[in-house]
């Protein structure tokens, strides 16, 4: 069974990967589907987002990381995958997340969204969050993974020395 994993992972963190690694549990093949919307402002780039990614699950050929832009339902269509998955958190992702996964599977009606609740651990835990800490030179470490931790400090770092 293949599902697809889609987000901004503007970076990816531990609740990110804690989805991802339940999913491999239950999954034979996991695309994570970062996604490149030019309109949204994002600290990293989509390749670096993927990069960032790539870096945590190289050795394993279930995963494949892509970037899509446009609709999710149209790049599920493509791939010919009809099970979409998201992490829950909280109250307002669940409306959010609810809203979207029926909003999806009205534009692709065979279209199902599986909602992993977060671990406690992980149920605060937020890319908006994580960069706010790591822009005030914050500890990060248990939030992120050390290659996202690197660069975010480089990110951070060269923003305040003035060359972005
Ligand atoms: O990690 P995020 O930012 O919460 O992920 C949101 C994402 C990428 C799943 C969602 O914004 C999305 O699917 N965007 C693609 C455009 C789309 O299909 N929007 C839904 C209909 S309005």
Redesign the pocket.
Known sequence: MKAIY????DPITFGHMDVINRCLDKFDHLIIAV?NNQMKKQLFTVDERIKLIQDNYNNDSRVQIVSFN????NFCREQKVDLVV?GIRNIQDFEFESQ?AR??RSLYPNLDTFFLFAEGDFSFVSSSFIKDIASFYGDVSNFVPKNVQNELENKYRRVDNGCK
């Open positions: 889609p987000g901004s992972f996604l446009g609709l999710l339902v998201r979207l909003l999806n």
